[in-house]
């Protein structure tokens, strides 16, 4: 989903706060010199990086999101790019370039996602690394896209509230496709009939299957993790955080 509504871009930080995958991402950061944030959206954690000292490339298609990322403290301290992986010939060599929250998953057909780990391994120095984060199909995220299960309350910058609740699309079961289909609706409380829907799709992979795609890219050493706190990953684990030199 492309956020281009400014008050679907509004509520993004209310619902993807600082969290432990922020922290994760900035005590992997600590060495590096040069991050390049692929998938920046409000700049939440290429803003805190570059509060840290770090020389940081955020690279966006969305310009509302930009927009709300240069206008955050030291936003003007980060090079913003409006664009995607094509961008990323031009930005200078990064010791490490990340794809926070979940974006490795929007790149549904293989073809696209490879293209850009090739491009990201041509953008890394020696001796750099890329850490993204992917939902463990073993997990069975899209069970809990439902109204029942995901439904919340947020208020948003103007003081009102929004419901917010997921609906996965009826389609074959996605740990056997590998696709799951889903909207996202934003109820604002104050107008009940005032409802903004987006529909997204998402890529499930294993670890497998990831794996192959890193080394194919020219990867040669790939640590896994399986939650925040860098436990292994195993048949219970939610998250396939890779980082990958």
């Given at each position: 989903?492309?956020?281009?509504?400014?008050?679907?871009?509004?509520?993004?930080?209310?619902?993807?706060?600082?969290?432990?995958?922020?922290?994760?991402?900035?005590?992997?950061?600590?060495?590096?010199?040069?991050?390049?944030?692929?998938?920046?959206?409000?700049?939440?954690?290429?803003?805190?990086?570059?509060?840290?000292?770090?020389?940081?490339?955020?690279?966006?298609?969305?310009?509302?999101?930009?927009?709300?990322?240069?206008?955050?403290?030291?936003?003007?301290?980060?090079?913003?790019?409006?664009?995607?992986?094509?961008?990323?010939?031009?930005?200078?060599?990064?010791?490490?370039?990340?794809?926070?929250?979940?974006?490795?998953?929007?790149?549904?057909?293989?073809?696209?996602?490879?293209?850009?780990?090739?491009?990201?391994?041509?953008?890394?120095?020696?001796?750099?690394?890329?850490?993204?984060?992917?939902r463990n199909p073993a997990a069975r995220a899209w069970e809990n896209w439902t109204r029942e299960r995901s439904s919340r309350r947020v208020e948003a910058p103007d003081?009102?509230?929004?419901?917010?609740?997921?609906?996965?699309?009826?389609?074959?079961?996605?740990?056997?496709?590998?696709?799951?289909?889903?909207?996202?609706?934003?109820?604002?409380?104050?107008?009940?009939?005032?409802?903004?829907?987006?529909?997204?799709?998402?890529?499930?992979?294993?670890?497998?299957?990831?794996?192959?795609?890193?080394?194919?890219?020219?990867?040669?050493?790939?640590?896994?993790?399986?939650?925040?706190?860098?436990?292994?990953?195993?048949?219970?684990?939610?998250?396939?955080?890779?980082?990958?030199?």
């Open positions: 989903m492309l956020y281009d509504d400014p008050r679907l871009v509004a509520l993004y930080d209310i619902l993807n706060p600082f969290a432990p995958d922020t922290a994760f991402y900035l005590a992997l950061a600590e060495p590096a010199k040069h991050i390049v944030d692929l998938g920046c959206g409000t700049g939440l954690l290429a803003c805190e990086l570059a509060k840290r000292g770090h020389r940081v490339t955020g690279i966006d298609p969305s310009p509302q999101m930009l927009r709300v990322a240069r206008a955050r403290p030291h936003g003007d301290e980060v090079t913003w790019i409006e664009g995607d992986a094509n961008a990323l010939p031009f930005v200078g060599a990064a010791d490490l370039l990340v794809m926070t929250g979940h974006v490795a998953q929007v790149f549904l057909d293989d073809a696209a996602f490879l293209a850009t780990l090739k491009a990201a391994r041509r953008a890394i120095r020696p001796g750099g690394a890329i850490a993204f984060e992917s003081g009102k509230t929004v419901e917010v609740w997921q609906e996965r699309h009826a389609q074959p079961d996605p740990s056997t496709t590998g696709r799951a289909a889903f909207t996202t609706h934003y109820r604002f409380m104050s107008t009940p009939e005032d409802t903004l829907s987006a529909t997204s799709e998402l890529r499930f992979r294993t670890l497998d299957e990831l794996a192959r795609l890193l080394t194919d890219s020219g990867f040669a050493r790939i640590d896994w993790y399986g939650d925040w706190d860098r436990a292994p990953v195993d048949e219970t684990s939610r998250e396939l955080i890779a980082v990958a030199r």
